[in-house]
């Protein structure tokens, strides 16, 4: 993974590649910013996990979100880690990442592996409800692996 090319106007907040990776693996959820087929931004809060170099998410069948899930196309994500305003200051302790990344619609074994990462995630002590739940509702998702190309990361203490 590379540092994205955009410039940070505050470096002393700038966070380490593995730092913002290690925010996108532990965050509870992440927004998605995408572009519908209209040319219209979107972003949509979405629960993730984040393995083998992508972030892992889920859909239904049908939505507006998946007119910007095309495979190919090119999303932005981000995750907001810890934040706890520091009122003194009139500002905010924080730690984020924003990832770019392409797109990859996720069928057959790399489906299923990719929703038990979720449940790994999200579930872990439930591997066994997870798997039969998998099972049940595998035909009425759709999974997509969001390949991290650039990632930054940025936090204040």
């Keep these: 993974m590379e540092n994205t090319e955009h410039k940070l106007r505050r470096k002393d907040r700038a966070a380490e590649?593995?730092?913002?990776?290690?925010?996108?693996?532990?965050?509870?959820?992440?927004v998605l910013s995408l572009v519908d087929s209209a040319g219209e931004a979107?972003?949509?809060?979405l629960s993730y996990a984040y393995?083998?170099?992508?972030?892992?998410v889920h859909s239904a069948v049908e939505g507006h979100k998946l007119e910007g899930l095309r495979?190919?196309?090119?999303?932005?994500?981000?995750v907001v880690?810890?934040?706890?305003?520091?009122?003194?200051?009139?500002?905010?302790?924080?730690?984020?990442?924003?990832?770019?990344?392409?797109?990859?619609?996720l069928t057959g074994a790399e489906k299923l592996a990719s929703?038990?990462?979720?449940?790994?995630?999200y579930a872990g002590h439930l591997r066994q409800e997870g798997t039969a739940y998998i099972a049940e509702l595998e035909s009425?998702?759709?999974?997509?692996?969001?390949?991290?190309?650039q990632v930054s990361g940025k936090r204040r203490k």
């Design 17 to 30: 590649a593995a730092e913002a990776e290690a925010i996108l693996r532990d965050g509870v959820y992440g």
């Design 42 to 45: 979107y972003g949509v809060p």
């Design 51 to 56: 393995a083998d170099g992508a972030i892992h």
């Design 71 to 78: 495979t190919g196309a090119v999303v932005s994500f981000c």
């Design 81 to 105: 880690g810890e934040a706890e305003p520091i009122p003194e200051k009139f500002s905010m302790r924080y730690q984020s990442a924003i990832a770019r990344c392409e797109v990859r619609e």
């Design 115 to 121: 929703l038990e990462h979720l449940v790994a995630k």
């Design 140 to 149: 009425s998702t759709r999974v997509f692996a969001l390949r991290v190309m």
